[in-house]
């Protein structure tokens, strides 16, 4: 299992992309499977970090269709991390 900082990063580094992946648009989502080997994130800890941000409710999850994307609560973050 990965460490503390290193789950932080990974969720950071999914988010960030994500963000860019769909231009910060909230209609749009990207594909789990493909984020994970661009990212070189295993499925397991790609699974345990969207879930986390699900929970968070930074991201949503369509996990039949393996795409996931931001939410307001997500975006506003995002932006919000642009600013500072």
């Known amino acids: ?3 503390l900082p290193e789950r932080k990063e990974t969720r950071q580094a ?3 992309e994500i963000y ?6 909230t209609n ?5 499977n493909e984020l994970a080997a661009d990212l070189g ?3 397991e800890d790609m699974e345990a970090a969207v879930n986390y941000l699900v929970n968070e409710h930074l991201l949503r999850w369509g996990p039949a269709m393996g795409l996931v994307g931001l939410t307001h609560q997500g975006l506003r973050k995002m932006e919000n991390e642009d600013d500072g």
């Open 41 to 43: 994130i295993s499925q």
């Open 14 to 16: 999914i988010m960030r």
């Open 28 to 32: 749009k989502g990207a594909n789990a």
């Open 1 to 3: 299992m990965a460490s």
């Open 20 to 25: 860019r992946l769909t231009d910060g648009d």
